[in-house]
């Protein structure tokens, strides 16, 4: 599990029942499509200044429609008044906390955006509402030594300009700007 921070909390398998509920109860709304090699360093400080904070985070195994396996990494965030400390999530919160600096200062994801009912005990709350952020495919930034990995400038062509490759910068970044959450090209970054 090379790509996933060690100690990151794993979920179990759906049931039946689970994947029926799921499915057929309370949507999400999703506001950012799947985009590629974003960068979420500055979400996390951007999240924290709007007061919400991290309640649930998990990765669960899956299959690809060519059937290879990849993590897919959920991070789960509400504002901060509507969260109460204890819960299952309680325990894992710390390390979750530090695998999604980790995994935002090491690599840029694919990523997707939903707007979810909030729920406590397994019911929707009134007029809350949580922020689910989906990590879906991986792009490093680093070598598997640390090191941040290299790529040549490259002009229409193709071809390479300049006499040595510069470190892989992201592009992308997910921000929040106006209390709107939106990917931001680095040279337009206003957040």
């Not at 299952?88 to 840029?108: D, G, R, S, V, Y």
Request: with cysteine.
């Amino acid at each position: 599990m090379g790509a996933l921070p060690a100690g990151f909390f794993e979920k179990k398998r759906e049931t039946l029942d689970e994947l029926t509920a799921r499915r057929s109860g309370v949507k999400g709304v999703q506001f950012i499509e799947p985009i590629q090699d974003v960068s979420l360093l500055q979400f996390l400080l951007d999240l924290a200044k709007a007061g919400y904070v991290l309640v649930d985070a998990f990765f669960q195994m899956r299959a690809s429609v060519r059937g290879q396996q990849y993590p897919s990494v959920r991070f789960i965030f509400a504002a901060e008044e509507s969260v109460r400390p204890d819960g299952e999530f309680a325990n894992h919160k710390q390390n979750a906390e530090n695998a999604l600096l980790q995994m935002c200062k090491e690599a840029m994801w694919r990523v997707r955006a939903f707007l979810n009912p909030f729920f406590e005990g397994g019911l929707p709350v009134d007029g809350q509402h949580a922020i689910s952020i989906n990590l879906e495919a991986r792009s490093p930034l680093l070598d598997g030594e640390g090191n941040p990995l290299m790529r040549w400038e490259k002009d229409e062509n193709g071809e390479k300009v300049g006499n040595k490759p510069f470190p892989l910068e992201p592009k992308l970044f997910l921000c929040i700007e106006d209390g709107n959450i939106i990917v931001a090209p680095a040279q337009e970054k206003v957040c």
